[in-house]
């Protein structure tokens, strides 16, 4: 079964910085790419970064220049685990919201069940 877990999140005060992680678990084939997603209660989730199986990076306009999005993997005789991360740098209070992992393959989408930041002082 396929599990994505994150972490990383917190309390940090405008202009400080975290660093989230994904660790996948679990048989995923055929992946286009991996993300981060943002949501506040009342509005959709969005788009924050993504990194394509080339290593293709993408990121909202309100995080160029303050996040990065970068993953590893290692590979053992039966599975590959995969960790996504999300360095978050100069942050701001419009960054507060639930942060969620996912991975993007050719049949469906995988989510993780988010981690909570909040940015304030």
């Known amino acids: 079964q396929v599990q994505l877990v994150e972490s990383g999140g917190g309390l940090v005060q405008p202009g400080g910085s975290l660093r989230l992680s994904c660790a996948t678990s679990?048989?995923?084939?055929?992946?286009?790419?991996m993300g981060w997603y943002r949501q506040v209660p009342g509005e959709q989730r969005e788009l924050v970064a993504s990194i394509s199986s080339r290593g293709l990076r993408n990121y909202a306009d309100s995080v160029k220049g303050r996040f990065t999005i970068s993953k590893n993997s290692t590979t053992s005789r039966d599975n590959v685990k995969r960790t996504l991360y999300l360095q978050m740098n100069s942050l701001k209070p419009e960054d507060t919201a639930v942060y969620y992992c996912?991975?993007?393959?050719?049949?469906?989408?995988?989510w993780g069940q988010g981690t909570q930041v909040t940015v304030s002082s």
């Open positions: 679990g048989s995923i084939f055929e992946i286009n790419g």
């Open positions: 996912n991975v993007q393959t050719l049949r469906r989408d995988y």
